[in-house]
């Protein structure tokens, strides 16, 4: 599988809190965003079913606000 690079913009203060929680848990920023991220991916196909195959363009983008 290859690996991609993916940029963020996120408020300082938030990166440091970030960066606080990983250094705690062991990890670097990003280790630990990876992390979160499986975290988030299991939870929805917990919830969904398992995500299959190519998602459509569609469906990823930001959900509208309520």
């Given amino acids: 599988m290859a690996t991609k690079s993916v940029s963020i913009r ?3 203060e938030m990166l440091e809190k ?17 992390v979160l991220i499986r975290q988030s ?3 929805f196909e917990d919830q969904h079913g398992e995500i299959q195959g190519k998602i ?3 469906v990823n983008v930001k959900p509208p606000k309520k």
């Fill in 18 to 34: 970030l960066g606080y929680v990983a250094d705690y848990e062991g990890r670097s920023i990003n280790s630990h965003v990876l």
């Fill in 10 to 12: 996120i408020e300082e």
């Fill in 56 to 58: 459509p363009s569609a």
């Fill in 41 to 43: 991916i299991q939870a």
